[in-house]
């Protein structure tokens, strides 16, 4: 049976992710897959290295740990909209509470709080600028910087091979999302880089750009990333 934290969630129609921290009212953090709403923890314990390499709070970035820090970065990167916590008045920059629930037969004021997070970016974005770090550790260790901004550069670790250009007013709107189906209508300005919130595993997924086959860079470690000539697509 849905709480009345997943009926709230299950309102937004849009692509996002949540992050449960510390949610009183779900049985286990696999429960979350049942309402098919995407857990940026995942779902399983056994998960891909590069992903588990990144949130890793024994790494240099980690979910928790940046999050302990102030540093939103990676979860607006992952594309998380929504956290969940069992603590609500908190006063901190980027959270909005926006839903609560009591949980019953508990101290007063104990429940489960949802916050909007604050400059999520979408599944889908195009960046003005990239940086080649070919070094996977160094490449965690900028992530881990707070002056780094994922909105607007990209970490790639290899040369992309085309001189890319700011994105200023190129736009990407996913129309048919799927386990293993990705589409999206393409709008670019120049030679842009087009960021995919979703984990890089060349083994598995290809792209193609007007029906004709296109390399998948790996970018922020863990990420997709494509290079979209000027024009829609």
Known sequence: KPTPTVEFL????????????????????????????????GYHPAKLKVYQDLIDDQGPVGISKALSQGNFNLIRLLNVKYLILNQGGLQVPGLTLVNAVQVNGTNQGAGEYTYRVEGTLPRAFFVDTARVITDPRQVLAAMADPAWKPAGEALLSADP????????????????????????????????????????????????????????????????AVVVPPGAH
């Open 10 to 41: 299950k309102k937004d129609p849009e692509l996002f992710r949540i992050l449960p921290l510390n949610a009183p009212l779900a049985p286990s953090p696999n429960w979350w897959a049942y309402f098919k709403l995407q857990n940026a923890f």
């Open 161 to 224: 091979g085309v001189a890319l250009q700011p994105a200023n007013g190129a736009t990407a709107t996913i129309t048919d999302y799927r386990p293993q189906h990705l589409k999206a209508t393409l709008n670019a300005t120049g030679n842009n880089l087009l960021m995919l919130s979703e984990v890089y595993f060349p083994p598995g997924w290809h792209a193609k750009l007007d029906g004709k086959v296109v390399p998948i860079l790996r970018a922020d470690y863990a990420f997709r």
